[in-house]
């Protein structure tokens, strides 16, 4: 898998889909989540893989493990690079992904890597506490959650640059910490609220990045991607 930052296309339709992706000359990294997909159906991943980019989609599956070994099973067959579930689904559901994803996956292809989300970057510790009454500070949560991430057999998780540096020495370096919420130094924050810069999470331990309106609302999105690039791969 490359380590491009991954481009979040939220978008409410293929059209515009296209209208972003065909501003550039390269193949992408790029995220489906559930806005675009619910719209456009799984039509939109084949089209956008058929470009030749690479694919996180990002649907988030939580349900009974049954359910979604079965759902995982169908997803496999798209030909994504990522895809993810929750992590408070527990570890029995999270086997059922894994065993849904390498039944599902085409003979002779690799299949897609699977992480698991830990505490969305939306939520603050008040809100966790609060609302999910889990009475542990934000932290010990999202490892808690990564530990059993990994238990499960998972590749990785999906956490804030803020607490990648930590998941890397509980998980390792190989357990991917992928963190969205990344912005430009003066961007808007939006409705994130654990956010980081592309050199911010690159230095704080991140594996991956997923950045959305910083590129996508752009006036000139081609040349924020070079910018968020060069911020992340820099040495």
């Known amino acids: 898998m490359n380590n491009k930052p991954i481009i979040a296309l939220d978008f409410p339709s293929e059209v515009e889909v296209f209208n972003f992706l065909n501003k550039f000359s390269e193949p992408l990294f790029v995220k ?3 806005e675009l997909y619910m719209q456009e159906g799984p039509d939109i991943v084949r089209k956008v893989k058929e470009q030749g980019h690479d694919i996180f989609l990002d649907l988030k599956l939580h349900d009974i493990p049954n359910t979604v070994k079965s759902a995982m099973k169908g997803l496999a067959k798209l030909g994504v690079d990522l895809v993810n579930v929750h992590a408070a689904g527990g ?26 989300v830990t505490q969305l970057t939306s939520t603050t510790e008040q809100q966790m506490q609060n609302e999910q009454k889990i009475n542990l500070s934000l932290l010990d949560s999202v490892l808690h959650y990564a530990s059993i991430t990994k238990q499960a057999g998972l590749d990785g998780v999906v956490c804030s640059v803020h607490e990648a540096g930590a998941i890397r020495e ?8 992928v963190t969205p919420g990344i912005r430009l130094a003066g961007g808007e924050t939006h409705d994130q609220k654990r956010i980081a810069t592309p050199d911010g999470a690159r230095k704080d ?23 968020v690039r ?3 791969e820099e040495q």
Do not use: H, Q
């Not at 599902?104 to 292809?109: D, E, I, N, R």
């Not at 509980?170 to 910490?177: A, M, S, T």
């Open 170 to 177: 509980v998980c390792g370096e190989e357990f991917l910490r």
């Open 205 to 227: 331990g991140s594996s991956l990045i997923v950045v959305g309106r910083a590129i996508t609302n752009a006036e000139d999105p081609v040349a924020a991607y070079k910018i």
């Open 32 to 34: 489906i989540g559930m």
């Open 91 to 116: 570890i029995n559901m999270m086997e059922g992904a894994l065993e849904g994803l390498e039944a599902g996956t085409l003979a002779g292809k690799k299949r897609a890597a699977l992480i698991a």
């Open 230 to 232: 060069e911020l992340w």
